[in-house]
Nanobody, 122 residues
Framework: QVQLVESGGGSVQSGGSLRLSCAAS????????MGWFRQAPGKEREGVAA???????RYAGSVKGRFTISQDNAKNTLYLQMNGLKPEDTAMYYC????????????????WGQGTQVTVSS
């Protein structure tokens, strides 16, 4: 049974940093796309960052240069390093694995975690 479990969320002040982790079990994600997504209250879920099986990455324009996606295949863990956080980054953050939309930059993922809350105060 595939399980993705996020951790590392919390409350920080504007300009602060957080590192999110997504531990995968029952699933070897190194062969598939992995992604981080977020959803703020009243807004649609949006892609934040994605990484493909070759290590290629893509970021939303709003986080480019501030966030970094990475993975540790030995630990089956996905990371999102978030620096220079802004109040508009406040959202529930989700990791997802194995896209079926023909691209890593899609909402069409087979597996989703339960989410971890990130709150940034000004």
């Amino acid at each position: 049974q595939v399980q993705l479990v996020e951790s590392g969320g919390g409350s920080v002040q504007s300009g602060g940093s957080l590192r999110l982790s997504c531990a995968a079990s029952g699933y070897t994600f190194s062969s598939y796309c992995m992604g981080w997504f977020r959803q703020a209250p009243g807004k649609e879920r949006e892609g934040v960052a994605a990484i493909d099986s070759d290590g290629g990455t893509r970021y939303a324009g709003s986080v480019k240069g501030r966030f970094t996606i990475s993975q540790d295949n030995a630990k089956n863990t996905l990371y999102l390093q978030m620096n220079g956080l802004k109040p508009e980054d406040t959202a529930m953050y989700y990791c997802a694995g194995e896209s079926y939309g023909g691209t890593c930059w899609t909402l069409l993922y087979s597996y989703w975690g339960q989410g971890t809350q990130v709150t940034v105060s000004s």
